[in-house]
């Protein structure tokens, strides 16, 4: 998948430009309302994940977070990866990204 080589090439260390990598690769500019509902189940996963019942996530965590969904994806064995898995995947980046922006990570252009 064309998305995780990318963000593997580019694990960089500063968790703020990680996340907008992240961000523009798995974030659709104009999502159906689907989509919206679906990403927004999955931010409250890794929310709850990251940092139950308290609300903030460091960005760093966030980042974190995101480099291991991309190492242990970055290892798949594409070809044979189920279609399901791989919509997991993009929703599961996709919600980074949308809590990256919504906390106010996200570099300023």
């Given at each position: 998948m064309r998305m995780v080589t990318e963000l593997a090439a580019q694990l960089a260390p500063e968790p703020a430009a990680f996340?907008?990598?992240v961000d523009r690769e798995a974030s659709d500019p104009a999502p159906p309302p689907g989509l919206v509902a679906m990403v927004d189940q999955h931010?409250?996963?890794?929310?709850?994940?990251?940092?139950?019942?308290?609300?903030?996530?460091h960005p760093g965590d966030l980042?974190?977070?995101?480099?291991?969904?991309?190492t242990v994806a970055a290892g798949w064995d594409w070809p044979n990866v189920a279609p399901e898995t791989t919509h997991w995947l993009r929703l599961?980046?996709?919600s980074v990204g949308w809590l990256a922006r919504q906390f106010g990570y996200l570099p300023t252009a």
């Open positions: 996340l907008a990598v931010a409250a996963a890794v929310r709850d994940t990251l940092s139950p019942g308290v609300g903030e996530i980042a974190g977070y995101a480099r291991g969904v991309v599961r980046l996709a």
